[in-house]
Each structure stands twice: as structure tokens, then as C-alpha cells.
């Protein structure tokens, strides 16, 4: 069972279908939809401000998603995926983008509906990628647009890979 724990009284809620690996640590305020997951090692920690999580959103082996008190919550809209040992930190992500591999994503960004941070990419303060956009390097910049659904596909392979560990 993973590390389920209330801080200040706010205690982590989830909808429906959701999978949490033995060794993810989900923190204080913290609102999930249906069918997320969060993966081996992963911790959402929303001891200082909220964390609101759409459905279907994934939280991959090693990522940390976390907030700041004086900046702000994270809001991961609906079909939202957060790559291998990336980090999430009191911005926004649109429905259906993907945070890539080992990725960083700093305070008050916003990343666009079906948008793509590519692995390793640090996406600084207060950057606004739109949609569709493809934005990669350090600190990230504007390489191409999307091809359809390129983002977004990859939510529904999470939901699929937890079920099999729901049902196991």
C-alpha cells in the first residue's frame, strides 16, 4: 500500500479506479480523478498548497510533484502524463500533455493543452507553452507542434498498465 498521508488535516482523495504502487507517497491536499495512477517512488506532496489531478492523469516511477505556499497549487487538467523521475512544481498542465523523462517544470508555467516537454528539458518560471507545442532543451524553447494526439495517447497506456496491477 502506498504512503497515504494527512498533513494539517487535509488528507489526499481519489475517485474511482485509481492505483497507487506500494512505494508512492501521496501527501496532504491532494484531489485526483478516475483512473490515475502514481508509480514506484513517485511523491505528490501537497503539504503546503493544493494539488488537484484531473482523470486519468499519471505520475510516473521517480517523478515528484510539489507545491509552493506563496506561489501557488499544481492543476493537472484531465489525460495529463508526468514522465520518469520528472518534477512538477506549483505550475499548470493542460488536458492531454505530456511531461517528458526526467523533465523540470518550475513555478507558475503553464503548459499547454496536448503539449509535449521533452525529456530532460528544463521549462523555466512563469513559461507559457500553448497548444500542441513541442518545447525541449535547457532552459526549453519552442522546437515544433505536435502531430494529432501525440500527447495525449499516452494517458490511455497508463490507465491500461494500472489495471493490470489493480487486478493483480
Known amino acids: 500500500m502506498a504512503l497515504i498521508k494527512t498533513v494539517k488535516g487535509l488528507a489526499p482523495k481519489w475517485g474511482k479506479d485509481c492505483y497507487f504502487s506500494e512505494t508512492a507517497a501521496i501527501v496532504g491536499e491532494v484531489m485526483m480523478g478516475d483512473e490515475c495512477s502514481v508509480w514506484f517512488n513517485a511523491v505528490v506532496r501537497g503539504d503546503v498548497a493544493p494539488i488537484t489531478m484531473g482523470n486519468r492523469v499519471n505520475i510516473q516511477d521517480g517523478a515528484c510533484v510539489h507545491?509552493?505556499?506563496?506561489?501557488?497549487?499544481?492543476?493537472?487538467?484531465?489525460?495529463?502524463?508526468?514522465?520518469?523521475?520528472?518534477t512538477v512544481h506549483a505550475c499548470t498542465i493542460r488536458r492531454g500533455a505530456l511531461i517528458g523523462m526526467g523533465a523540470t517544470v518550475l513555478d507558475n508555467a503553464d503548459i499547454g493543452e496536448g503539449a509535449i516537454v521533452?525529456?530532460?528539458?528544463?521549462?523555466?518560471?512563469g513559461t507559457k507553452i500553448g497548444p500542441h507545442?513541442?518545447?525541449?532543451?535547457?532552459?526549453?524553447?519552442?522546437?515544433?507542434?505536435?502531430?494529432?494526439?501525440?500527447?495525449?495517447?499516452?494517458?490511455?497506456?497508463?490507465?491500461?498498465?494500472?489495471?493490470?496491477?489493480?487486478?493483480?
Open 67 to 86: 507545491v509552493t505556499n506563496t506561489t501557488g497549487p499544481v492543476v493537472m487538467e484531465d489525460d495529463v502524463t508526468v514522465g520518469h523521475n520528472a
Open 118 to 125: 521533452a525529456a530532460g528539458a528544463l521549462v523555466l518560471q
Open 133 to 168: 507545442e513541442i518545447w525541449g532543451g535547457v532552459p526549453a524553447k519552442f522546437l515544433k507542434k505536435t502531430r494529432p494526439d501525440q500527447a495525449e495517447s499516452f494517458a490511455a497506456h497508463y490507465v491500461e498498465y494500472s489495471k493490470w496491477y489493480l487486478d493483480s
